[in-house]
């Protein structure tokens, strides 16, 4: 037991000695999300409000509309970007290191996804800062419960990216993960339509929306956000968190892994 | 501790005891809501286009502009039965009541006249020619001055309340839309939608002295356009409904700057304070719903559905 909290505070310490050190990290962290939020919630007729749809009580503007879904973007990017770093560290061999350890290698991967989901909380409420600031107000029981919310989607983006992260073997494949991962997630989600907006356009459209777990973590964190549950986002989500980890558990196994499938 | 506890559940909840009436010009309703619970608790059927709507001062009798029933309503608030209906002229749309309490000062559209009628004889007593479409009115604190707008004519028209006449002409921006008198008396606001300004009039010069324009990030200045508008008693703030805009402008009185400007709904018509002057109701006309403002800090509190095109809104104490 005491040798697990050694190794959870060793890699918690590692991840965000290597965030402090990225000092580019933050602000790149900070700077995406506020140009969505200043650039692009601008160029949308965001002065004459949206329909009501809980859990909003009444018209709110573009700008208000997607801050929980710029939190989700935060947390989908660390998670990438954690996944990155993995793949990183299985290339210069550090992650050989990690692995040789006699604990149990499930404990060591959820050690490694609870730390990036810690530096993501950091970056999220970094930015609700800066939100908050520009006159985007949530009530503060709001800020408060979503932090379990923000827990919770964040561990599932992070299991989301090892899971990636087993299957990735080189770097340079990583730009795919971009294109394929990310943006899909990103634009086929309520972060920035709602889905009723979706169902305009296309009803299969919405129905990938809906499907999509980072919609659901988007809402989950929308709902927190008003200290309101959404226990249907928060099913799917935790779901998908235990798919993706699993996964990556099973990916990351040696026995069975696609690393040893690759490697030989 | 119990006794305590009651104590403060019943300051709190006599603290919010009270209606909000709101006439649904489209579906010849009113939409009744709970100032408590913030949902509507009853639906009256009324007459044919409701608009103008406000209480006897003992909120005894609600009186209600049926425009296309060419009458003013008489309501008993506690059954939601109408009683009779007063001669009101053609197409009555916004009236005030004197303070007295027995004369209701109406503004005939169609007419070109304001009609000024006995409410316990039940008689016209006066009808006055004022400019074409006349529409918003009001009366002095003290009773003296009656102030009609027309909205074609672009003037407030002054009117002696003793002597039932026209004592003077103002000129307005144009489509002047609603009026009303600071709480000392001092000054007459006039709303000019299509001018999209309020102009501020000394009382006793007859005078303008003041202008306030609007100017919202994002929207179409034509959009703009001031309708209703609500004072605060403590003479803080005043609330203006800027139609097409979607939004409501607060004003200080004191220096006529606008101090913010609140996201409600669509086409938002007119407003009424509940009895302690904490929440603010809009009605939004387009989008058929009414938006509840906290006063304290200017924030939309929660938006509710009533009927097709909500116009006017009062406040009745339960």
């Known amino acids: 037991m005491r040798a697990a909290l050694i190794a959870l505070w060793a890699i918690v310490q590692r991840e965000t000695l290597r965030f402090v050190s990225q000092r580019g990290r933050l602000l790149a962290a900070l700077v995406r999300p506020l140009v969505w939020l200043v650039v692009f919630a601008a160029g949308f007729r965001a002065a004459l409000g949206l329909s009501i749809t809980p859990p909003y009580q009444t018209y ?34 550090s992650m050989r290191l990690l692995l040789t350890s006699p604990l149990p290698r499930w404990w060591l991967l959820f050690c490694k996804l609870l730390a990036g989901t810690a530096i993501s909380l950091v970056q999220v409420y970094a930015f609700l800062l800066v939100a908050f600031f520009m006159g985007i107000q949530f009530p503060l029981a709001g800020y408060l419960l979503a932090l379990p919310a923000l827990l919770v989607s964040g561990l599932m983006l992070g299991a989301l990216g090892l899971l990636l992260s087993s299957a990735i073997k080189q770097l340079e494949n990583f730009a795919g993960v971009m294109n394929f991962v990310i943006f899909p997630m990103f634009f086929l989600s309520t972060a920035l339509y709602p889905l009723w907006k979706m169902a305009d356009a296309s009803t299969l459209l919405r129905d990938i929306c809906a499907v999509n777990p980072f919609t659901q973590a988007v809402e989950l964190i929308r709902f927190a956000l008003y200290a309101e549950p959404n226990w249907i986002a928060l099913s799917w989500t935790v779901l998908a968190l235990i798919m993706f980890l699993g996964g990556s558990i099973w990916g990351y196994d040696p026995s069975k892994s696609m690393i040893a499938r690759k490697s030989g | 501790m119990v006794r305590i506890a009651l104590c403060f559940w019943l300051t709190a909840t006599s603290a919010l005891a009270g209606e909000i009436w709101v006439s649904n010009e489209k579906d010849d309703t009113i939409s009744v809501i709970d100032e408590a619970t913030l949902e509507v608790v009853r639906t009256i059927e009324v007459g044919e286009r409701p608009r103008g709507i406000t209480f006897s001062k003992d909120y005894k009798r609600l009186y209600l502009c049926a425009s296309d029933s060419d009458t003013v309503q008489v309501i008993d608030p506690v059954t939601g039965k109408i009683l009779h209906d007063l001669p009101s002229g053609e197409d009555p749309e916004q009236f005030i009541l004197h303070p007295d309490n027995k004369h209701l000062y109406i503004a005939n559209e169609d007419d070109a006249i304001a009609t000024v009628v006995d409410v316990e004889s039940r008689k016209v007593v006066a009808q006055i020619d004022v400019g074409i479409e006349p529409e918003g009115m009001a009366v002095s604190p003290d009773g003296s001055f009656a102030v009609v707008t027309s909205e074609t004519t672009n003037m407030a028209h002054w009117i002696d309340t003793k002597s039932q006449k026209i004592v003077a002409n103002t000129l307005v921006d144009q489509r002047p839309r609603h009026a009303e008198f600071t709480k000392d008396g001092d000054e007459l606001w006039v709303s000019a939608e299509i001018g999209g300004t309020i102009t501020v009039f000394d009382t006793d010069k007859k005078s303008e002295k003041a202008k306030i324009n609007f100017e919202i990030k994002g929207i179409h200045p034509d959009r703009v356009q001031p309708v209703g508008f609500e004072m605060t008693a403590d003479g803080k703030y005043v609330f203006v409904a800027l139609g097409p805009a979607n939004h409501v402008a607060v004003v200080d009185p004191k220096t006529y700057q606008v101090l913010d400007y609140i996201l409600v709904g669509r086409r938002v018509w007119h407003m009424a304070f509940n009895g302690d002057q904490s929440r603010l109701f809009t009605t939004n006309g387009v989008s058929g719903d009414v938006t509840v403002i906290d006063v304290s800090n200017l924030k939309p509190l929660k938006t509710i559905k009533v009927g097709r095109f909500p116009w006017g809104a009062a406040y009745r104490p339960t």
Do not use: A
Not at chain 1, 63 to 87: A, K, R
């Open chain 1, 60 to 93: 709110i503007t573009y700008e208000i509309y997607i801050v929980p879904g710029l939190c989700g973007m935060v947390q989908l990017f660390n998670g990438m970007q954690s996944s990155l770093s993995l793949v990183y560290d299985r290339e210069m061999g």
